[in-house]
């Protein structure tokens, strides 16, 4: 199986200021015959389902504010948000849907300082 | 606009089976891969289960495998988790969600607001 880890497991970053959260997988996630990575992350706000941001490691989603960006490759990524919003508090996910069983990291919850 | 509906959750024994579903709207559900996971209480995300287009192709969880079966049935646009043997950490909000094409390894791009699966005596 495929392991996802996050780091870190939570940051507090003032608004406006950059966010930055690292996700990794025990193995390559990037499919060769397509250049595609299949890497995804998701955002949760309490209360409420995920909600998909980011997909190939690094596609913003229809409507996703250009603040938050995702970059990497192979087994490493990050998601980036360039300037933290109050409504970005919430926990980030990312995902690799690559090879059964798929997984998720254990996400990393983002909070305002 | 895509809604992707839960119901079918509720209290039930160690030991016994719930069948929860989700109802598809907005989409052509036949045309889309459809998944389940699930989320324990003040937990993260665990990926369920996985059904391509046809059926044809389906995956489950190392945790799951041999008491969950996915199923879809397309003419009422409805994707079924029929869970037999259930243990206390099956306990969690169950999502269904909407493959972003065909093949089961396209990832998810929506996810429904969950019905809530609790196991216990």
């Known amino acids: 199986d495929i392991v996802m880890t996050q780091s870190p497991d939570s940051l507090a970053v003032s608004l406006g200021e950059r966010a930055t959260i690292n996700c990794k997988s025990s193995?390559?996630?990037?499919?060769?015959?397509?250049?595609?990575?299949?890497l995804t992350w998701f955002q949760q706000k309490p209360g409420q389902p995920p909600k998909l941001l980011i997909y190939?490691?690094?596609t913003r989603e229809s409507g996703v504010p250009d603040r938050f960006s995702g970059s990497g490759s192979g087994t490493d990524f990050t998601l980036t948000i360039s300037s933290l919003q109050a409504e970005d508090v919430a926990v980030y996910y990312c995902?690799?849907?690559?090879?059964?069983?798929?997984?998720f990291g254990p996400g990393t919850k983002v909070d305002i300082k | 606009e895509v809604q992707l509906l839960e119901s079918g959750g509720g209290l039930v024994q160690p030991g016994g089976s719930l069948r929860v579903s989700c109802a598809a709207s907005g989409f052509t559900f036949n045309n889309y891969a459809m998944s389940w996971g699930r989320q324990a209480p003040g937990k993260g995300l665990e990926w369920v289960s996985v059904i391509n287009k046809s059926g044809g192709e389906i995956y489950y969880a190392d945790s799951v495998k041999g008491r969950f079966t996915i199923s879809r049935e397309d003419s009422k646009n409805t994707l079924y988790l029929q869970m037999h043997s259930l243990r206390a950490d099956d306990t969690a909000v169950y999502f269904c969600?909407?493959?972003?094409?065909?093949?089961?390894?396209?990832?998810?791009?929506?996810w429904g607001r969950g019905t809530l699966v609790t196991v216990s005596s």
């Open positions: 193995q390559s996630v990037l499919y060769s015959s397509n250049s595609k990575n299949y």
């Open positions: 969600a909407k493959g972003r094409s065909t093949s089961s390894y396209s990832g998810i791009d929506f």
């Open positions: 190939w490691a690094s």
């Open positions: 995902h690799q849907h690559y090879s059964v069983p798929f997984t």
